[in-house]
């Protein structure tokens, strides 16, 4: 009963204002952690049935991944700017306008992510001649495969991702949640089939994220048309797109995707120092990914849960409330990384079992992911939660030309200097991403101390 009522106080304390109290932060945080559990669960379940195909369908999924993540986070930034100008008008109370918002964030996120993915799909060998031609011939022949493929599935994400961010934005965390779960456990259904039973690979890897995505979108729009009206919006909403919506939408979209592609850009060439370094290599680092995302998945939820939260209270004007859930979000966002380190590093050996791999590269897994759990304790929180924040306050620009400038000057370079000039290897490339996350971090909380992150105008 003690520890009960301390809990209880804590939570009155640090994660109640006059804007929300902790039960709905507890509301809206639950739904995101679970989806974001599923998701990384999920591709960490794809992944190591794709490594029934050997290494060099591991490592051409790994490396298109990373072109994937940049790509469809340049129309996930889009849905983004729907999310904080649906949570500012829900937080001021005009539900006309929260409809009309939701309805430009899907019109323009879907044309987005069609025209991506037609541009991509075009001009796929010139792209991976770029970025992976130093690859071993059968990791190119697999790599275009999944490149293609994952490029035809973009427009059913997009709607997917679009009507999550609106529903977000509203605080219908389990609404997104639940189209979310239709999508991915589709999508792992689907992998089982095709490559664990028909033997597909690649192929069957390609046709299980089409067949699943645009299912999904399928879904979301019959949730937003016939289930659930919560977000009022009409087809005329889908057709007609206002500029003055889309100019909203787009203060906050655009910076952020263009930080997006500059960042996952930095990604993606810090990719090919590790492309030269071997098939290995890149299975060394697609693993270590898989592994560290999975510890940060509660983080991660945080992070996403912190944009309505912040949102909404910017929208009534609260800005008090608001400084105060961004402190008590970051220390939880810490106790959470040490938490799931603790808790999940006992179990590395059995975790990376699950991927099959070549003996010789476990020792450098376990490293790397030792490392940077440790690291992400004190770095990760200051690095994503707080831009978040900064973000759902309508400071957008700030935070995307900070987080370019830190990716190219810090990791970039540094990640060229400690990997390949200095001998480091995949380490060094790992390292150079935790210094750049302690930079960025100290920019971002330098910036939360002052006033100017919550002087701009969004919304009338």
């Known amino acids: 009963m003690h520890a009960y009522k301390r809990g209880l106080s804590f939570l009155q304390k640090n994660l109640t204002g006059e804007s929300m109290d902790y039960r709905q932060i507890i509301a809206l945080f639950v ?76 019109t323009s996120v879907t044309l987005l992510s069609l025209f991506v993915g037609l541009l991509f799909a075009g001009f796929h060998n ?174 991660g939820a945080l992070s996403l849960t912190i944009v309505t939260v912040v949102g909404q209270c910017i929208g009534s004007g609260n800005v008090p409330d608001a400084r105060k859930f961004i402190k008590s979000f970051l220390w939880l966002g810490s106790a959470s990384l040490l938490i799931t380190g603790v808790v999940l590093m006992p179990f590395f050996h059995p975790l990376v079992s699950l991927f099959g791999p070549p003996p010789e590269i476990v020792g450098d897994i376990f490293l790397i992911v030792l490392v940077n759990t440790i690291a992400a304790i004190f770095l990760w929180p200051i690095s994503f939660i707080t831009p978040s924040a900064l973000r759902a306050a309508g400071d957008s620009k700030f935070t995307s030309i900070t987080s370019m400038l830190s990716m190219w000057l810090f990791r970039v370079v540094l990640g060229y200097l400690l990997g390949i000039v200095f001998g480091f290897g995949i380490l060094g490339v790992w390292l150079a991403m935790n210094c750049e996350w302690g930079v960025r971090g100290a920019i971002f909380l330098w910036r939360y101390r002052g006033t100017k992150w919550y002087a701009h105008k969004l919304i009338d």
């Open 31 to 106: 739904p995101i952690l679970i989806d974001q559990a599923f998701i990384v669960g999920l591709n960490l379940v794809n992944t190591a049935m794709i490594s029934s195909s050997g290494m060099a369908a591991v490592s051409a999924v790994n490396m298109v991944d990373s072109l994937n993540i940049f790509l469809i986070n340049v129309f996930v930034a889009l849905a983004t700017g729907g999310t904080v100008v649906v949570a500012q008008y829900k937080g001021s109370g005009n539900q006309e306008m929260v409809g009309k918002a939701a309805g430009g964030t899907i």
């Open 126 to 299: 010139p792209v991976l001649n770029v970025l992976f031609g130093s690859a071993d011939q059968d990791v190119f022949t697999n790599a275009r495969v999944y490149l293609i493929g994952s490029c035809a599935s973009y427009a059913g994400i997009g709607i997917v991702e679009a009507v999550c961010g609106a529903l977000r934005g509203i605080g219908k965390t389990k609404s997104s949640l639940m189209l979310s779960l239709i999508m991915n456990l589709m999508y792992v259904l689907l992998n089982i089939v095709f490559i664990t039973f028909l033997d597909m690979g690649v192929f069957g890897m390609t046709l299980a994220a089409n067949i699943s995505r645009y299912a999904g979108a399928v879904c979301a729009l019959v949730y937003l048309f016939k289930i659930d009206a919560s977000l009022r919006v009409q087809l005329r909403d889908l057709l007609h797109l206002p500029i003055s919506m889309l100019k909203k939408i787009m203060f906050i979209g655009l910076p952020f995707a263009a930080e997006q592609m500059f960042f996952n850009g930095g990604k993606l060439l810090t990719q090919t120092f590790i492309v030269g370094l071997g098939t290995n290599a890149i299975a060394t680092n697609a693993i270590s990914s898989s592994l560290a995302g999975f510890f940060q998945i509660p983080a």
